[in-house]
């Protein structure tokens, strides 16, 4: 189909399923278990209701923001999502220069089917991004990618993903592997090499040896662990509030949840550490809702790999266009 007909991210998803492999379907498509947590990231969004006020003048709606400290065109960045080029040839960098138009943040995983040099080379050097770390069994392996990206000035800080120390039960993900007669699937050998041991003192001192960048703690479920999170400020910028888009413990809450939880606990977090959520965003509504209960950015995982399945750099761009079309974003002014 063609893009332009392509209204939603639901659509732009059912568009990609038709065209990307059963393999590439699987990894992308699965989460963990019954996928109740996957289900509920856009269910708890549906369940929460706007309050409008009327009277309000809406001529301009200012979409841009401050990215711990730097400018973006939009406050929806693109979480990291390993294995780009398994939907579409032109992987990371198709995503970047979907989001190049929009001045949109993307972070790369650590994971990336392209190496963060070449992804951040074809990128104009206004470009910003993220990168995102799994700590390695192999330490060594970890603080070379960190040196790496260290001298990478585009890379404006690193991500620490602590919501999946061991990859979850993905079964969609395990049962196109068997069908295929494959050794491992995608997750299964993405994991192999990933550090289950990871505390807060010894992690967090062994990587502040090893990187120049401020760090986004990525994966953060409560508000006791937003609380410690926030202790570690300044070295630790920001907080994603995220189940890993339900992939890893099923029944985990969403996000929104564990934001109304911070609001009502721990209020000061968002005085300390700049938080951000991702999981579930389907609707520019979903995004004004977060926002407007005290998140900084909203993260789009799969819709950025439905995107770019589906066209490429116009598929990914279609998305995001998808979801800030300026009736919707209205609403910000209104509830802000
Ligand atoms: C992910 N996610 C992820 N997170 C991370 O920190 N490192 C990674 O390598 C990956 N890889 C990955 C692959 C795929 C295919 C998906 C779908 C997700 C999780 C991702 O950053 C984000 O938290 C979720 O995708 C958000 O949920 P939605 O937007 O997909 O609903």
């Known amino acids: 189909a063609p893009l332009s007909t392509l209204l939603n991210v639901d659509e732009i998803e059912a568009a990609a399923t038709k065209v990307i492999s059963k393999r590439a379907w699987g990894y ?144 969609d993900d395990e049962r196109i592997n068997i069908q295929a007669n494959a050794t491992a699937s995608v997750s299964t050998q993405l994991f192999a090499g990933t550090d289950p041991s990871l505390t807060w003192v010894d992690t967090l001192q062994w990587l502040s040896q090893h990187t120049t960048k401020p760090i986004v703690l990525k994966g953060i479920q409560t508000h006791e662990d937003a609380v410690l999170a926030a202790q570690y400020a300044p070295f630790v910028k920001g907080i994603v509030l995220s189940n890993h888009g339900g992939r890893s413990l099923d029944t985990a809450p969403p996000a929104v949840h564990t934001l109304l939880e911070l609001r009502r606990y721990c209020p000061d977090v968002f005085d300390k550490v700049e938080v951000w959520v991702d999981g579930g965003i389907r609707r520019g509504t979903d995004a004004v809702k977060a926002l407007c209960l005290g998140a900084k950015a909203v993260g789009i995982g799969r819709p950025a790999f439905w995107g770019l399945a589906a066209g490429g ?13 300026s009736k919707i974003w209205i609403s910000i002014v209104l509830l802000t």
């Not at 990215?67 to 390993?82: E, M, R």
């Not at 074809?122 to 001298?151: C, D, H």
């Open 28 to 171: 992308y498509f699965s989460a963990a278990d019954d996928k109740i947590s996957k289900y509920l990231n856009t269910q708890a969004y549906r369940s929460i209701l706007f309050r409008p006020r009327v009277f309000v003048d809406c001529r301009t709606c200012e979409l841009g923001t401050n990215l711990l400290g730097h400018k973006v065109g939009l406050p929806i960045f693109v979480s990291p999502t390993a294995m780009a080029r398994l939907g579409h040839p032109t992987g990371e960098t198709g995503i970047a220069e979907g989001c190049r138009s929009f001045r949109a943040l993307q972070i790369i995983a650590n994971n990336s089917s392209l190496p963060p040099e070449e992804v951040v080379a074809n990128a104009p050097p206004t470009q910003i991004f993220g990168w995102q770390l799994y700590v390695q069994l192999n330490r060594k392996l970890s603080e070379s990618m960190l040196a790496r990206v260290n001298r990478l000035d585009q890379i404006k800080f690193v991500v620490l993903t602590l919501d999946a120390p061991v990859s979850g039960k993905r079964e």
């Open 313 to 325: 750099v116009e598929g990914v761009e279609r998305t995001l266009q998808s979801l800030f079309s």
